[in-house]
């Protein structure tokens, strides 16, 4: 009687100890709090969608700044004209008269200009600023005239900076065999030119030069007008 008892009671605890083993199998699978597992092929720490949640920035690209480049005009949009820029500038037009040119048209080439036995050369002396008020830089240089004879003439040419475009619209006469030293459009007074060149007195033979003169310019139109000059002597 007593073996079928402990038949029993060893029966009975086999089937509790399976079911609390089965509980707890369970409670594994399912995470231990009841939470659902991850659908297949997501992974369980996956972050939301950016630009959706709270605190997040937007995912969409902030738009940029135009960059469409601005069209040179007139005045101060255009660049600065430069030396090399007169070297195939317009010297005389139907507008502007070059003092000591031929009758016609004048434009150089590489420049020289030749034509009905003269020849007209830009000097390498030039300088860069405003000269008529504008805010773009304009051109100020030197140009020799030779004729047939022994005359060499040299002479102040000031270039408008027409929407970065050399536009010849005043000049001066230095006379024969007074070549240029310098140009300086950066001086401190607005809108003038100081130019240094080699002359000689009233009463001297124009085969030599014993003045350096500093001469300070200002455009009216179409002449370029000295306002003053001083002199020193010169020795070759």
Known sequence: ???????????????????????????????????????????????????????????????????????PGKGGSAGAL????????????????????????????????????????LQPQCGIGDMTGDPAEDAVAAVKVTTGGTGKFYGLVTWRNDAGS???????????????????????????ATVVYLTRGDSEPSAVVTIRRSAVYRVTEPTLTELHHSDTPYTP
């Open 1 to 71: 009687m007593n073996g079928k008892r402990s038949r029993a009671a060893r029966a009975t605890w086999l089937v509790t100890v399976l079911a609390l083993a089965s509980v707890t199998v369970g409670c594994k699978d399912t995470g231990g709090g009841g939470g659902s597992a991850p659908e297949p092929g997501k992974s369980a720490g996956a972050s939301k969608a950016p630009g959706k949640g709270k605190g997040k920035e937007s995912a969409k690209p902030s738009p940029t700044a135009s960059k469409k480049p601005t069209k």
């Open 82 to 121: 430069t030396c090399d820029q007169l070297r195939n500038a317009p010297l005389q037009t139907s507008s502007f008269r070059f003092p000591d040119a031929p009758d016609g048209t004048v434009a150089f080439t590489d420049g020289r200009w030749e034509g009905d036995g003269v020849v007209i050369e």
């Open 166 to 192: 050399p536009v010849p619209v005043a000049a001066a006469s230095l006379g024969d065999r007074t070549p240029v030293v310098s140009i300086d459009v950066s001086s401190p007074a607005p809108r003038q």
